[in-house]
């Protein structure tokens, strides 16, 4: 409850991934109530680990999950396991509902609920997703370095994706699939660095056991792969707060949806601040992590600020006097 207990909490955080928690983290320890909402489906959850990350490298996505959940549980910060159905501006603050029909009351909302991955129309990409069908050269590349890797033309960001992936292995072939055909240009990168481009639409990986083995094209060729690097559609998971009027626009790289924010993470909507993979799309865990104590910060900030001017109104009307002795120091 909060000081003058209109609120439940100072701050309701949709979403505990790295964002969400770390946000929640540096609110808790500015002495400020806050839960935090969340699913329990990190996106990187089918991966074995979260790499890149200084400290923490090789840590399995779940368990960075539940010490983060610690340490906010350690500052007095409340994890709440349910979904987020739904917001609503209530007077000066919000009323969240969850799926199970409790509502929680706060002064400010940080969103971070991340994004889904919307995979290219290919049979069995699904199932293999964060082991060897993948999509980041700095997540996995390591872990598939040396391998025989295709990438999958899914996007505008694919040719570059091949470029990255070709610093991992000497074996690298790209499937056009349905993308249009190749500027010239890119045609000679790929030519000039060894990789080979496969004409024609691909129709479903292929597996042996539980590995993938290789791709299958629709008129039936097959070629043998150890990993296969696509670029997903990425959508910012926010539809559901469309009744606070938070917007979700197309993102200027054109590789998906995302919420707009100002540096620091604040939304167009008053009170609400966004944080990792819902705004910034192309967030690793680390950039996620930073973004959410950065949001954390500007809501207490903000927070403290609204606090200061009611304080001066309230001295100004208890104390006239003093509040003009003070404002002429
Ligand atoms: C397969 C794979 C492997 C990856 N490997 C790496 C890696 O090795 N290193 C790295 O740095 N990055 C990696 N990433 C990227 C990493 O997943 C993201 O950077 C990170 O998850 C972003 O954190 P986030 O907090 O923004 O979102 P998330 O981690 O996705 O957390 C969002 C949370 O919000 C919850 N949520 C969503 N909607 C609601 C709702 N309505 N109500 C309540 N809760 C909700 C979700 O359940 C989830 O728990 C990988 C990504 C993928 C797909």
Request: charged fraction near 25%; charge should be negative; proline fraction near 4%.
């Amino acid at each position: 409850m909060t000081e003058n207990g209109a609120y439940d909490y100072d701050v309701v955080v949709i979403g505990g991934g790295a964002a969400g928690l770390s946000g929640a983290v540096s609110l808790a320890r500015s002495r400020r109530s806050v839960a935090v909402v969340d699913a329990g489906e990190p996106r990187n959850a089918p991966a074995e680990g979260v790499h890149v990350l200084l400290g923490r490298e090789g840590i399995a996505p779940r368990e960075l999950v539940a010490r983060g959940r610690e340490e906010l549980r350690g500052y007095g910060g409340e994890v709440i396991e349910g979904r987020v159905v739904g917001a609503a501006r209530e007077g000066d603050g919000f009323a969240v509902r969850l799926a199970d029909g409790a509502i929680l009351r706060s002064r400010r909302l940080l969103v971070t609920t991340g994004l889904v991955d919307e995979f290219p129309g290919v049979a069995g990409l699904a199932e293999r997703w964060g082991r060897d069908v993948v999509h980041c050269p700095y997540c996995h590349g390591w872990e598939v370095r040396g391998q025989r890797i295709g990438v999958l033309s899914a996007g505008p960001m694919s040719v570059h994706q091949v470029l990255l992936m070709r610093q991992l292995s000497d074996d690298v072939v790209f499937f056009a699939h349905t993308a249009p055909p190749l500027e010239a240009e890119d045609r000679e990168r790929l030519a000039a660095r060894g990789i080979e481009v496969v004409e024609g639409e691909v129709a479903a990986v292929r597996t042996d056991g539980d590995r993938l083995s290789g791709v299958r094209l629709a008129d039936g060729r097959v070629v043998e792969r150890d990993a296969l690097a696509i670029a997903t559609r990425m959508v910012a998971r926010a539809a559901f707060l469309a009744e606070l009027g938070l917007p979700v626009r197309e993102h200027p790289m054109g590789v998906g949806e995302h919420v707009p924010t100002e540096a620091g993470g604040r939304t167009a909507v008053p009170g609400v601040w966004a944080a990792g993979n819902v705004t910034d799309l192309m967030a690793q865990v680390g950039a996620a992590a930073a973004a959410g104590t950065m949001a954390g910060a500007q809501i207490n900030g903000d927070l403290v600020m609204e606090e200061a001017d009611r304080a001066v109104e309230r001295m100004r009307a208890q104390r006239p006097s003093a509040a003009a002795a003070a404002a002429d120091l």
